[in-house]
């Protein structure tokens, strides 16, 4: 195994990032301004000190303070431009952002004015960084409003809203009614749903009954599979069904997930080639996608390859179309890939020559990996 990539070649790889919260990677300069302006005590006027706070207090207090100011057009146009510049900083080519446009309702909004306000700011990004920013429209499946996101969802579907996220409560159980008739919208529309699920059984109807295209790293993935002896690991049916159908895990740092959250699962699942797929969740918590990587190859013993495939995974897991994926991929993903690689072994080699022999094995956004 080589030695893991540094922060310098993380940071300069395409990256692509399934999943990300507008609302918890907010500057905390911005934050600090948005307070001011409403009027609003964070505790601290230092950026620092807030940063500390967002990242180890609780997790429902991070959401209510962020959601609080975040409450007029200007506020979150202003946040959505600063997370796709951060993004980009960070060489983050393709993000799929979620959206929780309820969050956000006040000062005369709507759900489709919180939604255009987002889209105005992912625009002002776009025309300033090499990055694209899509929106996932997110849910919780308790919400009196969830039937109305999920009509929100499908009417923006032509305006940049590329999927449909459900996030469940705890303890899990069976969807609440009201968040399955927002399921059977989305599904009917067609529209790529992510779910969230806690247990076996609410992640076995996740996959078969609600059609999820990708799962939330709270999937209990890793309990289903049998490590007990020395032999080949053993999958039982929900870790089958997730691996042959090539269903995203969207993996994520921070440790607020308790299905699949530890980097040794990362590795265990990496290894026995699931498509898991390497995200912040919350920034405030996991800091940027390359510091998440880093940490991950460190504690992994994963190297520049492996984070590779991580970054195809995602690509081809992207609620893109086909042509938009193989763009992605094509030309995006492998030619930063092959640049970055040349930069972490000290070689000159010329994109053009090694690119043929690395089409052959990974440009399928369909392929068998």
Known sequence: M???????????????????????????????DLAAEAGVD??????????????????????????????TRDSIVRVARECGLDLAADGVVHAEVQVHPEHHLGAGLTLDTVLGAAFEGFHLAMAAAPIDLRIVCAAHETSEHIEDLAHLAIRWRDGGVVGFALETAYPHGHPPARAQAALALVRAAHLPITIDAGDKETAGMTVTEHGARRLGPSVPVISDIDRSDDSEPTLGPLASEVRDRRLAIEWCAGGTHPGTSTVDDLRQLHDLRFRVTVNTGERHRSGPLSEVLARVCEEGDLDLRDVEQLQLNAAKSAFLHFDERVHLIEDRIIPG?????????????????????????????GDAR
């Open 42 to 71: 964070l505790g601290t006027a230092d950026p620092r000190a807030l940063h500390r706070q967002l990242a180890t207090g609780p997790i429902e207090e991070l959401h209510a303070a962020t959601g609080e100011l975040l409450r």
């Open 2 to 32: 080589s030695s893991p990539p540094s922060l310098t070649e993380l940071r300069t790889l395409p990256k692509v990032l399934l999943r990300d919260r507008l609302d918890a990677g907010v500057r905390p300069s911005t934050l600090l």
């Open 337 to 365: 890939a092959l640049a970055s690689r040349s930069l972490g072994l000290g070689r000159s080699a010329k994109v053009a020559e090694l690119a043929p022999a690395e089409r052959g094995r990974a440009t399928n956004p």
